[in-house]
């Protein structure tokens, strides 16, 4: 036993000699084969890539974007790639989510893109304004149908998948004009409806500009505008009429929308790239590394974030109106607490993603502190609703509700 | 000698324990708190940090503290132990309502090899909350009065709302404190609103116009802040920015004819006297028009024309369409004299020669968004206290109290605050003095 204290400092010296070792050849290359990788890797064109996906206005806002803006600074890339995938009539984040009763699960009218353009253009020039200019910024659109076709355009080097579509970005055009009271309202709202799309896709202008790219926006974002188009050597030039050879849209009652095939071989877009090599091909870059940055966490987290926390929403608002109704006789000051409670919840899930409250059709913090007074009110008078009247109808719930 | 081995094996691990911690210690961490706002929030922290911690106590206003955090406690008794000029302060991280790191808090008790060198930040002249924050510098810093100084008032929301002019009135001001021929540059993000203050706004602008260089700097300008735009002496746009479609509405349809007729005059008006073609006002109001133009190639000089069979060579506005110009095309028609994405290329495009920032334009704008915000989610309040005051006395008083309320909020915002209440803003305080009055009778009556 003696023997062994006696040797305990020569043991753990040993022990910390070969930790030392240990370590320092984990840190040392690993002979030649090791010196060529990092060479290679430091030839290697670093690219970064940003998923802009999902539902303009709630899956894709700007206030996510900016912790990506910083994460790109931080990494310093040569290339950003951005991965546009948003579609009014498909779940672009879980396609083969087929239920066995009801066929494919895609509510269309709670998916579609919200016509969100100030967004769209704060996060368009966001990425103008903050990333520096010596970095090339590549759209590679995976889908881009609605709204976000706006921003399927913003980009000067635009490519697509093969089975990308892009176009119908209209809607916010539609329901502008559907605001105006006669023809010149209507024409003054439905304009600048437009000139907001428009103002998005400017950042797609390139230089040279083809001097016919916005026949294809006015297509795209106005129904009853048509589309024909014929080949100019590479350049097309385009028309709001059906007289050119290759006629687009002869569809005067719907936008305009085009495959990734059409945009390739009328050279609207710059190619199609099934993968990330070959996009990286296209873009003439065959030795690249992907930089793993943030951005997809970002995406994904603050995807699932504001749909759990939608699903906790109306869980709370459900069980705020079941004990609304059960608030009588002697369980009134109980059912009130748990309502109290319910609505609490709900306040904190709108309060922690502004989406939900979009969803929800608006209903704000402010409306909920409003209901949590209510709720005080009555507390206090062992009364139903105050003001008398029957109720007046109570508070204004989430849409669809 | 075995004894003496073991002991020095106690005494290295000893220090070795005491440095682990001490580095510990010195580890930064996460340190959550409530916001003024009730959200949660976090900051990183670490022992040695220069704060100034705002933190409430009972029912007074939230206070301040500046310091050097000592010692942090996320155990038990949450707390940050400050060491500041009146000596070690606790604050309860519950009492803590906003946490700002500051660097360049001077510090007695830091030693000058501690402290980190300069930051620099590049600033992002393009973001206003960017240019907001230097802003608050360039106030403090004296004024360079040899060069220009370049006021960016930043006009956003809707007309007589957020964008009033009174905003405009005071960085006229502040250009006048500096001496004449000034720069002021209105950005302008709108989408219209009260053609009664659009009518304030031309009044305050060509006033100004006698003394210093007005700029239009468009993002997007439509109805009456498109009248805004035309009212400056130049304009210029930012990329993708767009301007036109001044139809003067009542509610969702045209003014009746008089007013329309009336407020086109008032457009031909405003065009001519800013040497703009007074044949652009029918199409900027009304669909049923016609512009084309053509531009000779060698003197760049144009011709409008407003004929049916559209002789120029572009067309502008047709049936179905108002008249809009966008940056493209207003600058090539010389409605704009360029495209600038920051106030350099800006001051550059307007050949402005030497120049600063100055004047406190953005946080004008950002004061004036604020105070919405709050005017707005107050206004949801007073209108529930409105509907649910029955009618007994204390009813009535209540709502005597909530449209006292009202008037005083329309003291400082009229328009945000009428609005709110469904009102036209012309006749809103003498209504609501209206129904005091009323309110005050029917107390009356009832004892």
Known sequence: MMTSVRKLPLVCLAFLLAGSAWSLAALAPDGVDAQADLDTQEDSVRVYVVPIRGQVGTDIVPRIYEEVIEDIKEQKPDIVVFELESSDERNVYDDNFVDIYEGEVFDEQRERSMLMVPEMTELRVMFDDKLPGDMKQVLWVHDAVGASSALGLAWCDFYMTPDAKIGNMGASVRRSRGAAGDSNVEAKFGQAAFQGLVRITAYGDCDPMNPTRRKLINAMAMPEMSLSVFMMGRQYMMANHKEYETVLDANDEMECRLTAEMCDDLCISDGTAESIEDLMVLLGERQFMLVEGKAGQIVADHYEGWRDAYARAIDAYQSYQKWMKRASGKNFRSSLSKAEKALKSLRSNVMRYPEVSRRMGGLTTDRIDIMLRELEKMKRSGKGRPGGGGGGGGPRGPAGS | ?447
């Not at chain 2, 075995?2 to 000893?14: E, Q, T």
């Not at chain 2, 060198?117 to 106030?139: C, G, I, Q, R, Y």
């Not at chain 2, 029955?390 to 609005?419: D, E, H």
Request: proline content about 4%; charged content about 30%; overall charge negative.
């Open chain 2, 1 to 447: 000698m075995n004894k003496s081995r073991i002991l020095m094996l106690l005494l290295v691990s000893i220090i070795g324990c005491h440095l682990a911690s001490a580095e510990l210690l010195a580890q930064s961490v996460r340190v959550p708190y409530k916001n003024l706002d009730g959200q949660r929030e976090s900051i990183r922290l670490q022992q040695g940090d220069q704060v100034s911690i705002q933190f409430v106590s009972g029912r007074k206003a939230p206070q301040g503290i500046t310091g050097e955090i000592k010692e942090i406690s996320l155990q038990r008794g949450k707390f940050i132990k400050l060491s500041t000029a009146e000596g070690d302060q606790i604050v309860f991280l519950d009492a803590i309502r906003s946490i700002e790191k500051s660097d360049d808090v001077d510090s007695p008790m830091k030693d000058v090899k501690d402290v980190p060198a300069p930051k620099v930040e590049k600033e992002d002249a393009k973001s206003p909350e960017a240019t907001a924050s230097s802003e608050k510098n360039t106030a403090d810093q004296p004024a360079d009065l040899s060069k220009k100084g370049m006021f960016v008032l930043r006009l956003t929301g809707m007309v007589g709302e957020e964008f009033r002019p009174e905003e405009i009135e005071e960085i006229v001001a502040q250009a006048d404190a500096r001496g004449p021929g000034q720069v002021i540059v209105l950005e302008i993000n709108s989408g219209g609103g009260s053609v009664a203050e659009g009518m304030k706004i031309r009044d305050v602008i060509l006033d100004a116009c006698k003394r210093h260089r007005m700029v239009a700097w468009i993002e997007y300008a439509v109805s009456c802040a498109s009248w805004t735009a035309l009212c400056c002496d130049e304009i210029v746009f930012k990329k993708g920015g767009y301007t036109g479609g001044i139809t003067i509405m009542n509610g969702r349809t045209t003014a009746p004819e008089a007013t329309v007729i009336w407020w086109i005059g008032e457009l031909q008006q405003l065009l001519r006297k800013k040497n703009r073609p007074a044949a652009w006002a029918l199409p900027f109001v009304l669909e049923d028009s016609y512009l084309s133009a053509t531009k000779d190639p060698d003197t760049g000089s144009i011709e409008w024309f407003t004929d049916q069979e559209q002789t120029g060579e572009m067309m502008f506005s047709e049936p179905g369409k108002n008249l809009y110009f966008d940056y493209e095309n207003g600058v090539e028609w010389n409605l704009a004299v360029g495209v600038a994405q920051n106030e350099e290329e800006l001051a550059e495009l307007l050949k402005i020669g030497d120049w600063e920032p100055a004047g406190t334009g953005r946080k004008l704008n950002t004061d004036m968004v604020e105070a919405k915000k709050r005017v707005n989610s107050e206004a949801q309040e007073l209108q529930y206290e409105l509907q649910n005051a029955g009618n007994g006395i204390s009813g009535i008083n209540k709502r005597i109290k909530v449209y006292k309320r009202f008037l005083v909020i329309m003291r400082q915002y009229p328009n945000i605050a009428a609005n709110s209440l469904g009102m036209n803003p012309k006749y809103a305080k003498k209504r609501i003095e209206e129904m005091i009055e009323d309110l005050e009778w029917q107390k009356r009556q009832m004892r």
